[in-house]
T-cell receptor, first 109, second 113 residues
Framework: DAKTTQPNSMESNEEEPVHLPCNHSTISGTDYIHWYRQLPSQGPEYVIHGLTSNVNNRMASLAIAEDRKSSTLILHRATLRDAAVYYCILLRGAQKLVFGQGTRLTINP | EAQVTQNPRYLITVTGKKLTVTCSQNMNHEYMSWYRQDPGLGLRQIYYSMNVEVTDKGDVPEGYKVSRKEKRNFPLILESPSPNQTSLYFC????????????FGPGTRLTVT
């Protein structure tokens, strides 16, 4: 499985944008970049995915580097409810999800 | 509401007493799986099922059994639980077509004494 590297933890302030980085230098051409997050005491939930182009949805934006070796999940205006562990996962076809350690995001009021 | 449900949410049991954790989804998903989550080890897949009557081992299947007799249900069975199976368990489901977005249940916290 292609590996991803994320910072262990990040901290931000409420109502400010948050940029969560992910490095995936061994990504292959058919790997999709998926992001999940796990809120405290809950199961993981899907956030967003992309292949080459930047993507937006109601939860977040995903910015993908031109060489696809890194990506950034962007929360445009963080709230306290965005405090969670964020996982960046490479997915090839219908493979299983392989979760790393993720980034623990703390939001300060 | 589309959801994955698990029961029970919390369970304390003793070594060797057989137990079943139920999982049900209402999205008509073909694919279902079980994960366990342990501090420092993250989420690891136990078993998965591509469809009814089709199951296969994940990364940590020892000590667990599953069955998939109906599309919506995927119970996890611990025939003889041991303390090292104390963990947080998640069931998940998804469609078998792109984009393979996975839906997770709320979790079952199991303690084996």
């Amino acid at each position: 499985d292609a590996k991803t590297t994320q910072p262990n933890s990040m901290e931000s302030n409420e109502e400010e944008p948050v940029h969560l980085p992910c490095n995936h230098s061994t990504i292959s051409g058919t790997d999709y970049i998926h992001w999940y997050r796990q809120l405290p005491s809950q199961g993981p939930e899907y956030v967003i995915h992309g292949l080459t182009s930047n993507v937006n949805n109601r939860m977040a934006s995903l910015a993908i580097a031109e060489d696809r070796k890194s990506s950034t999940l962007i929360l445009h205006r963080a709230t306290l409810r965005d405090a969670a562990v964020y996982y960046c996962i490479l997915l090839r076809g219908a493979q299983k999800l392989v979760f790393g350690q993720g980034t623990r995001l703390t939001i300060n009021p | 509401e589309a959801q994955v449900t698990q029961n029970p949410r919390y369970l304390i049991t003793v070594t060797g007493k057989k137990l079943t954790v139920t999982c049900s989804q209402n999205m008509n998903h073909e694919y279902m799986s079980w994960y366990r989550q342990d501090p420092g080890l993250g989420l690891r897949q136990i078993y998965y099922s591509m469809n009814v009557e089709v199951t296969d081992k994940g990364d940590v299947p020892e000590g667990y059994k599953v069955s998939r007799k109906e599309k919506r249900n995927f119970p996890l069975i611990l025939e003889s639980p041991s303390p090292n199976q104390t963990s947080l368990y998640f069931c998940a489901s998804r469609r078998s077509v792109f984009p393979y977005e996975q839906y997770f249940g709320p979790g079952t916290r199991l303690t084996v004494t």
